[in-house]
Nanobody, 125 residues
């Protein structure tokens, strides 16, 4: 059992930056691919980024490529999502999730087995 906890959300102006963190309050997730998803108001939960267990492979949604960077610190057992050049449309609740079977389908929400509670990111004009 792995319990994930996100942090780092908040209110930021358009063009600004935030760094989200994902840690495990119980269990360890260093062996799992970790993904970030987000859910904007009245929308579905969408894929943002994923990092492999080793950190060697990363995947991004087209909407965030070049602006967001996912990384992991194995010693700290933490995954980060650095978000730069934030836009109004990035406003959402951001969730991290663990794919314990390494499905190889990073964008598929249903492949993830453990989820955090989410952290709110609000981008203002």
């Amino acid at each position: 059992q792995v319990q994930l906890v996100e942090s780092g959300g908040g209110l930021v102006q358009a063009g600004g930056s935030l760094r989200l963190s994902c840690t495990a309050s119980e269990g360890a997730f260093s062996v799992y691919p970790i993904g970030w998803f987000r859910r904007a108001p009245e929308k579905e939960r969408d894929f943002v980024a994923q990092i492999s267990w080793s950190g060697a492979n990363t995947y991004y949604a087209d909407s965030v490529k070049g602006r967001f960077t996912i990384s992991r610190d194995v010693r700290e057992d933490t995954v980060y999502l650095q978000m730069n050049s934030l836009k109004l449309e990035d406003t959402a609740v951001y969730y991290c999730a663990a794919d314990m079977y390494a499905s190889g389908r990073p964008g598929r929400l249903e492949e993830y087995d453990y989820w955090g509670q989410g952290t709110q990111v609000t981008v203002s004009s």
